[in-house]
């Protein structure tokens, strides 16, 4: 069975520019989450879409990033303009349902901007 | 708010030495509780998880963890440790949204 699948592994970009990043969760998997991870801190939470609902994006900066999940399956997250303190690991995962499954991730895409 | 906290940053334990890694979380009930490990480079896998039931839960590669409801605490113990244990080591609650502590780093000493 394949693992959640990102791209790209890597990105570098200069402020102000644009940067999406995508993800391939598991197959049946209904719960797909964005979270982002500083250098020395754990996965905070960005969003977390229930199929093609985001039902929790309490922590996501709207202003600029955005996200969506189309048909359920795929999902893209973008900054737009990307900012230095947006330098992170921004990982993706996905579980069976909501709640308090395990949560499979994939091996995450590392943002420098410069 | 539920969080989590790992008061140690990095530990270094000699292969072959026994292995205890701490987290203490805050919330009101009784959480579910994860325990993940992160080698450079790779997304999170996870070691062994409490939902309910006995509080010494046995996960995968050697690792175990004990539920403390008195301690609000959720340690990851191994007996002996092995160079490829080397990784970063993530606590986790989860009620509805998981919250992660900070991490320790484990070194291991040939």
Do not use: M
């Not at chain 1, 598991?26 to 500083?38: E, K």
């Not at chain 2, 996960?59 to 440790?81: M, T, Y």
């Amino acid at each position: 069975e394949a693992g959640v699948v990102q791209s790209p592994r890597y990105k570098i970009i200069e402020k102000k520019q644009p940067v999406a990043f995508w993800c391939n969760p598991i197959s049946g998997h209904n719960t797909l989450y964005w979270y982002r991870q500083n250098l020395g801190q754990g996965p905070e939470l960005l969003i977390r879409y229930e199929n093609e609902e985001a039902v929790d994006d309490s922590q996501l900066p709207k202003d600029r990033f955005s996200a969506e999940r189309l048909k359920g399956v795929d999902s893209t997250l973008k900054i737009q303009p990307a900012e230095l303190g947006d330098s992170a690991v921004y990982l993706c995962a996905s579980s069976l349902r909501r709640g308090h499954n395990e949560q499979f991730f994939g091996p995450g895409t590392r943002l420098t901007v410069l | 708010a539920q969080s989590v906290t790992q008061p140690d940053i990095h530990i270094t334990v000699s292969e072959g030495a026994s292995l205890e890694l701490r987290c203490n979380y805050s919330y009101g009930a009784t959480p579910y509780l994860f325990w993940y490990v992160q080698s450079p480079g790779q997304g999170l896998q996870l070691l062994l998880k409490y939902f309910s039931g006995d509080t010494l839960v046995q996960g995968i590669k050697g690792f175990e963890a004990e539920f403390k409801r008195s301690q609000s605490s959720f340690n990851l113990r191994k007996p002996s440790v092995h160079w490829s244990d080397a990784a970063e080591y993530f606590c986790a609650v989860s009620a509805g949204k998981s919250t992660f502590g900070d991490g320790t780093t484990l070194t291991v000493k040939p």
